[in-house]
């Protein structure tokens, strides 16, 4: 019988490190007050990393071992998702500004942003939608509803 070999230790320290960030963040959020756009631009950035991650595993693994390389396809589809529901959720939140009504906080790929955070949140998202737009197609993005029908 073959025994799985346990990973080293410190095999990927970096990711262990903003998985226990992510934990730590989530742990510590006070659920009285809802998430600012300072969280939500943070946890845009690690799910757009997140994805370009998980597109560099899907092409070195998915040559050697297509199902796993097909599964990976899909979590990269999935953060995509993910990352476009932050994307949104951010743009609902009121803004620093006094003027925070949702004409002056929305995307607008016309025009430059208000300023940061607005601005990265939105290059990003753009560069990233950019990026998955010519691997995926539309079909591929739209999400999926699971819910039970009876």
Not at 13 to 31: D, E, K, S, W
Not at 37 to 48: F, I, K, P
Not at 71 to 94: D, G, K, S, V
Request: proline content about 11%; some cysteine; charged content about 20%.
């Amino acid at each position: 019988m073959i025994h799985p070999r346990p990973s080293a230790p410190d095999a990927h320290p970096y990711l262990r490190a903003a998985t226990a960030g992510v934990r730590h963040h989530a742990r510590a959020l006070n659920r009285a007050a809802p998430p600012d756009r300072g969280h939500l631009d943070t946890l845009h950035a690690h799910l757009t990393e997140l994805h370009r991650f998980i597109d560099q595993l899907v092409e070195v693994a998915g040559p050697p071992h297509p199902a796993a390389g097909r599964h990976l396809a899909t979590a990269h589809t999935r953060l995509w998702q993910a990352a476009t529901e932050i994307h949104a959720a951010f743009h609902l939140l009121p803004g620093n500004t006094a003027q925070a009504d949702t004409e002056t906080s929305a995307c607008h790929p016309e025009r430059l942003p208000e300023g940061p955070p607005v601005l990265t949140i939105c290059q990003r998202h753009l560069a990233t939608g950019h990026s998955i737009r010519r691997k995926t197609t539309p079909t591929d993005l739209r999400p999926r509803t699971t819910a039970c029908v009876r």
